[in-house]
Each structure stands twice: as structure tokens, then as C-alpha cells.
Nanobody, 122 residues
Framework: QVQLVESGGGLVQAGGSLRLSCASS????????MGWYRQAPGKQRELVAL????????QYLDSVKGRFTMSRDNAKNTVYLQMSSLKPEDTAVYYC???????????????WGQGTQVTVSS
């Protein structure tokens, strides 16, 4: 069981910045991947950024490329999402996600944080 605790959301004006944090209860190096998703009212949850922990490759949603940066601190078992040049359309609840692979049973386990609200005013 992996517990994820997010922090850092809030209200910001358009053009501003926020940094989200997600602390994992287990070593992030033991996880297959970690990611940030978001869900706006009336919309489906979408992947914003993803790190494959073994290779370090990071993927981004097209609409956030160049504005958002996902990073990690292995020693703190924490991942971050630095969001800059925020737009009103970035308003959503942001969720941290972790995937843990169990090779013994060839199964992935998916875990979610509680979510943190990001509101960007125009």
C-alpha cells in the first residue's frame, strides 16, 4: 500500500506560479511511475505529467509543455510539479498518482492522492 499526500494548491492570478508537492510513503525508486493528473468540473481526468522512475523520462500534456516541470527528490520520496504562466484553463483538482509493479503476479497497483485544488483567476 502506497500513501500519497499532496500539498501546494491554491488560488493564483493568471500568469502566476505554483508548486505542487506529493510525498510518497514508500521509496519512489521502488515505483514504476509517478504522475500528476487533473480534473476540471465536468471534464474527465487527464494526465498532466509522468515520470518513469527507472529511466527518468518525463512526459507532458501538450498544453502544459514549456510551462510545467515535473521533478523528484529521491531522498525525500517526493515529486513536484512546478507550474508557471498559469492560465484560467489550468483550474482543476490536481491528483498525484503512483504505479507500483508486482512482478511476482505480473500486476500493476495504482494509487492516488487526495487531490489539491488549483484555481487560476483571470
Amino acid at each position: 500500500q502506497v500513501q500519497l499526500v499532496e500539498s501546494g494548491g491554491g488560488l493564483v492570478q493568471a500568469g502566476g506560479s505554483l508548486r505542487l508537492s506529493c510525498a510518497s510513503s514508500t521509496s519512489i525508486l521502488s515505483l514504476k511511475s509517478m504522475g500528476w493528473y487533473r480534473q476540471a468540473p465536468g471534464k474527465q481526468r487527464e494526465l498532466v505529467a509522468l515520470i518513469i522512475t527507472s529511466g527518468g523520462n518525463t512526459q507532458y500534456l501538450d498544453s502544459v509543455k514549456g510551462r510545467f516541470t515535473m521533478s523528484r527528490d529521491n531522498a525525500k520520496n517526493t515529486v513536484y510539479l512546478q507550474m508557471s504562466s498559469l492560465k484560467p484553463e489550468d483550474t482543476a483538482v490536481y491528483y498525484c498518482n503512483a504505479v507500483q509493479r508486482d512482478d511476482a503476479v505480473f500486476r500493476d497497483y495504482v494509487y492516488w492522492g487526495q487531490g489539491t485544488q488549483v484555481t487560476v483567476s483571470s
